[in-house]
C-alpha cells in the first residue's frame, strides 16, 4: 500500500503508431491551473510518419495546446482514462485520490486504445501485465466492491485493468493470442446482468451487426462475460499492434459533463464527414439504434460507441457494451438523443430520422424487421447458451427486449412490426 500520492503536474503522452508493436513519445501533458495543456515533443513532429492523436483537437503542430473550450483536458486522452472502476481500484490501493495526471500514471498500461503515460521521455516502463487466474481476479472485484484492502498478490492481479473504462466490475486478461475483457457480476445487480449483456451481443451479431465476440464462463460461483478486445492485433514477434479509438464524446467535442447533448444525428454527420465507408457506417449506426431500442439498452452514451483512427481517416469500431437495462414501467429513452431533443425508446422516431442515415423509409423498416424476426427464431438457442432459467427468460422477454412501449406511436404502414413482436412475446 502507497502511503502518499503525489500529485503529479506533468506526464509523458506515449504512442502506438499505426502498425507499430512498440510505442514512441507523442508529447507532453502539464497542469496549467484546472486544465491540461498538451504539446507535442518535437522528435515526434519531425517524424514521417507522424499522426495526429486527434486531428480535430490535436493537430500536428509546434507549441501547447489547450483543450478545446469548455473541456478541462483533450478528449482523446480522456478515452484513454480509467473510469469509474478503475478509479475505485486506484483509490483501494493509495492513501487518497490523485489528480487528473495521477490516475493516467497510476492507471495499468494495457488500456483501451494506442496511448500511455509515462513519468519519462525517455524510458517506457508497462506497469503491468499479471495475468492471473479469473477465479483471482473474481475474488480481488469482490473486495473492491466491498471497499476492503487487498493484498500485494490480489492488487497486482486487478491493477491491470485500471485502465478500462465503464462502472461495473472488470479486469483484462489476456490468452495467447487473444485479449479479453473480462466483466464480472456484481452484489448490487438485481439481476443477471453479465448474462443479459451476453444474450443481447450474441442476438447483434445474428442480427448482422458488427460486434465483438463475447463467451460465458464462471468464476468463484458468479457468471463471467469475456468480450475479445478488438483494439488489439498479434504481431508475429510476440508483439501486439494499438489501434487508436476515439469515443463518440471525442468525436462530437463532449465531455461527461456535456453527455446530455450527444446525438446520434450528431454523430450520423460526422460520419457523413470524416469517415471511410460512409454509407455502410452509416447504415450501421442505424442498425444500432434499432437494437438498442429492441433489446432495453438505454445505456448507449456516447463513451459506448467508438471509431477506430488510423492517422488517415475513421471506422467504426465492433458495437460493445450492448447490455439491457432495467426498467420499472413500459416507458424509456436512450442515452443520446434520436431526434432534436427526442430520446424516447421508439421505433417510430427512428423511422423519422432514416434518411439522416441515408436510408429510404422501406429500408429503414426492412432493418427493423429482419432485428425482430432473429430475435424470435435465435433467442430460445441463445439463452440456452446463456443457461437462463423459464423465470429469467420470462422476465427478458417483453421487458427488456421487444417491449411493447416501444411499438407506439408507429405510423399505420409499420404495424406489421408490432404485430411480429406479439407473435414473438406469446410463444
Not at 513519445?25 to 497542469?31: K, P
Not at 439491457?324 to 427526442?342: F, K
Request: glycine residues 6%; negative net charge.
Amino acid at each position: 500500500m502507497t502511503s502518499e500520492t503525489p500529485q503529479a503536474t506533468t506526464a509523458f503522452v506515449w504512442f502506438w503508431l499505426p502498425g507499430q508493436t512498440e510505442p514512441v513519445v507523442a508529447g507532453r501533458l502539464d497542469q496549467e491551473g484546472e486544465q491540461l495543456v498538451f504539446t507535442y515533443a518535437r522528435s515526434y513532429l519531425e517524424r514521417s510518419d507522424a499522426v495526429a492523436l486527434f486531428p480535430a483537437e490535436l493537430p500536428l503542430k509546434r507549441g501547447p495546446q489547450p483543450p478545446l473550450p469548455g473541456l478541462m483536458m483533450p478528449g482523446c486522452i480522456r478515452d484513454a482514462a480509467p473510469d469509474a472502476w478503475g478509479r475505485r481500484i486506484i483509490i483501494n490501493r493509495l492513501s487518497r485520490e490523485p489528480n487528473e495526471l495521477g490516475y493516467l500514471l497510476a492507471s495499468g498500461s494495457d488500456r483501451i486504445g494506442a496511448l500511455d503515460f509515462q513519468s519519462s521521455a525517455t524510458e517506457y516502463i508497462p506497469r503491468g501485465p499479471h495475468n492471473a487466474p479469473i477465479e483471482e481476479l473474481a475474488a480481488s472485484a469482490e473486495r473492491v466492491e466491498q471497499g476492503l484492502p487487498l493484498n500485494s498478490e490480489l492488487d497486482r492481479a486487478l491493477f491491470h485493468g485500471t485502465s478500462i473504462g465503464g462502472a461495473r466490475p472488470k479486469a483484462l486478461i489476456e490468452d495467447g493470442d487473444r485479449k479479453f475483457v473480462a466483466k464480472f457480476s456484481s452484489s448490487t445487480d438485481l439481476y443477471s446482468l453479465v448474462k443479459a449483456e451476453f444474450i443481447a451481443m450474441r442476438l447483434a451479431s445474428h442480427a448482422g451487426l458488427n460486434v465483438a465476440p463475447v463467451s460465458l464462463t464462471q468464476a468463484a460461483g458468479k457468471d463471467v462475460l469475456l468480450v475479445e478486445r478488438f483494439d488489439r492485433t498479434p504481431s508475429g514477434n510476440g508483439g501486439w499492434q494499438r489501434h487508436a479509438v476515439i469515443s463518440a464524446l471525442t468525436l462530437l467535442e463532449l465531455d461527461e459533463l456535456m453527455a446530455r447533448y450527444a446525438s446520434y444525428e450528431d454523430l450520423a454527420e460526422r460520419i457523413r464527414l470524416r469517415f471511410r465507408y460512409p454509407e455502410q457506417m452509416l447504415r450501421e449506426l442505424f442498425a444500432r439504434l434499432v437494437f438498442n431500442i429492441l433489446t432495453g439498452n438505454t445505456d448507449d452514451h456516447a463513451r459506448n460507441h467508438a471509431a477506430f483512427w488510423n492517422g488517415k481517416t475513421f471506422e467504426l469500431t465492433p458495437a460493445y457494451d450492448i447490455c439491457p437495462q432495467s426498467r420499472t414501467g413500459n416507458e424509456a429513452s436512450q442515452a443520446m438523443l434520436i431526434r432534436d431533443s427526442e430520446r424516447a425508446s421508439q421505433l417510430g422516431l427512428c423511422l423519422e430520422v432514416a434518411h439522416q442515415y441515408l436510408l429510404s423509409r422501406d429500408e429503414a423498416m426492412s432493418i427493423m424487421e429482419r432485428q425482430i424476426r432473429l430475435i424470435g427464431e435465435q433467442w430460445d438457442y441463445t439463452c440456452d447458451q446463456a443457461a437462463l432459467s423459464p423465470a429469467e427468460r420470462s422476465q427478458f422477454m417483453g421487458r427488456q427486449f421487444l417491449n411493447p412501449f416501444i411499438f407506439e406511436n408507429l405510423p399505420e404502414d409499420a404495424n406489421h412490426l408490432e404485430a411480429i413482436a406479439d407473435d414473438i412475446r406469446q410463444r
